[in-house]
């Protein structure tokens, strides 16, 4: 059977990650949990510096401006949050995996890291929140659940007066709990599994999403879309197929 091997990479303490696999185990998928993705790689002490140092260099410290890796003086004061470059952390991350597992490459399996890191991409002219950032290894990023798909249209019009008027937008947030994503969220579980399947489902088939609006390999653009759709874990007939087929390669 094909193996899909997972990781976690500064994980939320909501996260079940026997549920995550007990879900893709339920589609045939045969799957084994590595444990924390650093601590699989078994970095010396020197490695760990140098990918410390990486990792540095690819935080975002402006949002309208793509991060140069090469650049030796980024500035002093970072992005109000701690968001980095997607596919640079990707990178960095493929280049120690294969520096410490070079045979990994070649075998037959396919590897995702579940991370607590916020990752973006940049795209017309600024960075945006992903949750997926699929290749190798692919990233299911639990912030980006919280930070990338838009919440309610409501949500921001109130902002918008409650930051004129100084007012504290915990506030807000209370106000709308239960109706997007947060951060410790005990829901993140149940919807992690469902993202795992669609950068599974790209390597294999270059399809990335599904046109099914009920399906959870659906691209949902919003937080009530993600509770609604990846939430429920539902596979439309046809990326069920798709997602047992995968299960049976060897």
Not at 61 to 90: A, C, M, R
Not at 120 to 137: D, E, K, L, N, Q
Not at 166 to 171: P, Y
Request: glycine residues 8%; proline residues 6%.
């Amino acid at each position: 059977m094909f193996p899909l091997f997972l990781y976690s990479d500064n994980p939320p303490p909501t996260l079940v990650m026997e549920e995550v696999v007990g879900f893709l185990a339920d589609l045939g998928l045969l799957v084994e949990f590595r444990g924390d993705f650093l601590n699989y790689l078994s970095l010396a002490a020197g490695e760990m510096a140098e990918l410390e140092s990486s990792l540095s260099r690819v935080r975002v410290f402006n949002i309208e401006t793509p991060v140069d890796f090469f650049e030796t003086h980024p500035p002093s004061e970072p992005f109000e949050k701690e968001l980095y470059d997607g596919f640079w952390i990707q990178r960095i991350f493929s280049r120690f995996f294969l520096r410490k597992h070079p045979g990994e490459l070649v075998e037959n399996g396919f590897h995702a890291v579940i991370t607590g890191r916020l990752l973006g991409t940049y795209g017309s002219r600024r960075y945006h929140a992903r949750v997926i950032i699929s290749g190798f290894p692919s990233f299911i990023s639990t912030a980006g659940l919280v930070e990338g798909p838009a919440r309610p249209r409501e949500y921001y019009f109130l902002k918008a007066e409650f930051v004129r008027s100084g007012k504290d937008l915990s506030e807000l947030d209370e106000g709308f709990r239960g109706k997007f994503v947060d951060y410790e969220d005990e829901r993140i579980t149940k919807i992690t599994g469902s993202y795992v399947l669609q950068p599974l489902l790209h390597h294999f088939s270059g399809k990335e999403f599904c046109e099914d609006s009920k399906c959870a390999l659906f691209n949902s653009h919003w937080q009530k879309e993600v509770l609604d759709i990846q939430y429920s874990g539902f596979l439309c007939p046809e990326c069920e197929r798709e997602i047992r087929k995968i299960a049976k390669r060897r």
